[in-house]
């Protein structure tokens, strides 16, 4: 059982930037960052491979954000630049026993309780 934890989040103006760090556990194959606005559904962010550092990101972040991994704390951010106030939502972190990178929440196994990002003036 890997376990998750998020820190990171708060009240970000549009434009501002705010780096989201997720401390594992256990071991992992690939991780991935989600996000989930209210009345919306969970959606795939940005994800990593953790053996080589190969990433995939949502059309709507490319090029503002970028995920990353650190071995030495078994650690994973999403660096976030010129947020807007539509990516308000509480940010997770997610983790799963396989090297592929998904960007179906059903795919991962472990999840963290969230941080939550809020984007306004």
């Known amino acids: 059982q890997v376990q998750l934890v998020e820190s990171g989040g708060g009240l970000v103006q549009p434009g501002g930037s705010l780096r989201l760090s997720c401390v594992a556990s256990g071991r992992i194959f690939s991780a991935g960052w989600f996000r989930q606005a209210p009345g919306k559904e969970r959606e795939f962010v940005a994800g990593?491979?953790?053996?080589?550092?190969?990433?995939n990101y949502s059309d709507s972040v490319k090029g503002r954000f970028t995920i990353s991994r650190e071995y030495a704390k078994n650690a994973v951010y999403l660096q976030m630049y010129s947020l807007k106030p539509e990516e308000t939502a509480v940010y997770y972190c997610?983790?799963?026993?396989?090297?592929?990178?998904?960007?179906?929440?059903?795919?991962?196994?472990?999840w963290g309780q969230g941080t939550q990002v809020t984007v306004s003036s």
């Open positions: 990593i491979r953790w053996r080589d550092g190969t990433t």
């Open positions: 997610a983790a799963r026993n396989d090297y592929r990178i998904a960007q179906m929440a059903s795919e991962y196994n472990y």
